[in-house]
Nanobody, 126 residues
Framework: QVQLVESGGGLVQAGGSLRLSCAAS?????????WAWFRQAPGKEREFIAH???????FYGDSVKGRFTISRDNAKITSYLQMNSLKPEDTAVYYC???????????????????WGQGTQVTVSS
């Protein structure tokens, strides 16, 4: 079993930055997983934010393109989400997710991921 633990959330003013981390533990093959980040605001559906393949290729949701950057450290079995130019509408609980492999057409669907973190709150004040 794989466990994902997120950290780095908090309160920030609009225009500021935060970096979220998601560390994996458990099975030793986790350094070859595909990673993703999602978020969910109160009363809204879970929204795809970003995905990174084992080869480093990245994909982003339209609402965060150019502001957020996903990365991975295979040695540390950790994924990061660097969030810049934050807006109040970015306020949500952010979740990391992972899977052995996700085909390109399915990376936007939460059902495609096997492992999930507990979520970390990000609040952006205006």
């Amino acid at each position: 079993q794989v466990q994902l633990v997120e950290s780095g959330g908090g309160l920030v003013q609009a225009g500021g930055s935060l970096r979220l981390s998601c560390a994996a533990s458990g099975r030793t093959s986790t350094n070859t997983m595909a990673w993703a980040w999602f978020r969910q605001a109160p009363g809204k559906e879970r929204e795809f934010i970003a995905h990174i393949r084992t080869n480093g290729h990245t994909f982003y949701g339209d609402s965060v393109k150019g502001r957020f950057t996903i990365s991975r450290d295979n040695a540390k079995i950790t994924s990061y989400l660097q969030m810049n130019s934050l807006k109040p509408e970015d306020t949500a609980v952010y979740y990391c997710a992972a899977a052995a492999y996700v085909i390109s057409s399915q990376i936007y669907r939460s059902e495609s991921y096997t492992y999930w973190g507990q979520g970390t709150q990000v609040t952006v004040s205006s």
